[in-house]
């Protein structure tokens, strides 16, 4: 990624001195998070006031070549290069289509914002949503897209690997984290390594995004997500996500919904066997004049998530246990269902600022092998509890 950031702008320098028409700007984001109340079912209520969301991205073009950088500046830090979410360039020298090779988002879901908070898709739940499908972001792609609004329609085809590959040795072993008692070891995490360029003979990513323009009002999108890891046989994961806008002068819609399969190697962290989910959004922002609006939007999860099975196993010579909690959750299945329920009143300050005063209700139920109403379950946060969120943030464009 350091490399592909250089040669965006050195390349420029070393051309024959011509003149070029070169255009830049600055986007950014900012969330305050005026007054937020929350309370969950079993603990304290409590206050939160300070940044909620904080983005900035840099956009340059200059003739057929463009580039983009969008800085996460509320993100993770402490990682190499996580600093950038995204970092890309494009290239749409070929009439109706455009090429994008860097870091960045795999696009195949119809991502939107609740009323006062992200989808359990973004990462938005006070309680702790339980999907491994989210905004798929920071990831090393190559894409190429045809079709534009004129068309009917745009694809986006995108190849993609992670930032984040497991290590092994030269015998192609993975290697283990794990204590060092006498008798015998216990596994706690898989060797990784932190890589800028994914190597598809570890890992392989395919994401399509098709968006259908039926008419100004209506878009509909079809999306698939594919992503195996070859290392020790894992089984692929795959999502389809299907969704739909309506956009007037009165009122925007938004629907989506989506069915994902996921697994992970028994040490990976928020490891699983085999995980289904199924996820379905409902929204409605209604304009009573130019300064007030309503939303309403509705979120329901159900996740069913089988564990893997945990054994004391020899490896090389080397005697391998479970820890306790590994065999407290051994072979257990899971079935969790969160929803959501959200409404709030907006109030446009400017053109690019505005006001949001709103509450939620939020529900999780879960089982552990058929028993239900669990005080307590292994991996599953809250995991029969509600809650409540009363709240007021002012957002900025820029």
């Known amino acids: 990624m350091k490399k592909l950031l250089v040669a965006l702008f050195l390349v420029p320098c070393l051309l024959p001195l011509k003149a070029y028409s070169f255009d830049t700007s600055v986007r950014g984001f900012i969330a305050l998070d005026a007054l937020n109340f929350e309370k969950i079912s079993g603990d304290k209520a409590a206050s939160v006031i300070g940044i909620g969301v904080l983005d900035l991205k840099i956009f340059a073009e200059q003739d057929d070549m463009a580039a983009a950088i969008k800085l996460d500046l ?159 046989g894992k089984k692929p994961n795959y999502a389809f996500d299907i969704g739909a806008n309506y956009e007037s002068s009165a009122m925007e819609v938004w629907v989506d919904a989506l069915y994902g399969f996921s697994s992970k ?52 010579g080397i005697t391998y246990v479970p820890t306790s909690q590994q065999t407290e959750k051994s072979g257990a299945t899971y079935k969790i269902f969160t929803y959501k329920l959200e409404s709030a009143v907006k109030y446009k300050l400017t053109k690019s600022a505005q006001i949001t005063v709103g509450g ?25 509890r509600d809650a409540y969120k009363l709240a007021a943030a002012i957002s900025f464009w820029f």
């Open 74 to 232: 509320d993100g993770k830090l402490e990682k190499e290069n996580n600093i950038f979410e995204e970092a890309y360039a494009t290239y749409k020298g070929v009439p109706n289509m455009r090429f994008l090779l860097g870091k960045g988002v795999v696009r195949f879901q119809n991502l939107h914002w609740g009323a006062i908070e992200n989808s359990y898709q973004d990462g938005g739940s006070v309680i702790g949503s339980d999907n491994n499908y989210r905004k798929v972001s920071r990831k090393a792609f190559l894409a190429v897209s045809y079709g534009g609004r004129s068309l009917g329609f745009i694809n986006q085809f995108t190849i993609w690997g992670d930032s984040t590959e497991l290590y092994t040795n030269q015998d192609g072993k993975l290697q283990y984290t794990s204590t060092e008692p006498n008798n015998a070891k216990t596994i706690t995490a898989y060797r990784t390594e932190e890589v800028t360029a994914f190597n598809t003979s570890k890992q392989v990513g395919l994401g399509n995004k098709l968006e259908y323009f039926a008419n100004d009002a209506w878009k509909f999108t079809f999306g698939q997500l594919y992503n195996k890891n070859r290392i020790q």
């Open 265 to 316: 190697l028994p040490y990976e962290s928020y490891t699983t066997l085999a995980k289904t989910e199924y996820f379905l959004q409902v929204g409605m922002e209604y304009y009573l004049n130019e300064k007030w609006s309503l939303v309403e939007n509705a979120e329901a999860l159900y996740v069913k998530d089988q564990q893997h099975t945990y054994t004391r196993f020899v490896e090389d």
């Open 360 to 384: 939620l209700y939020e529900k999780k139920q879960t089982s552990r092998n058929g028993v239900k109403n669990l005080a307590f379950v292994r991996d599953v946060r809250n995991a029969n």
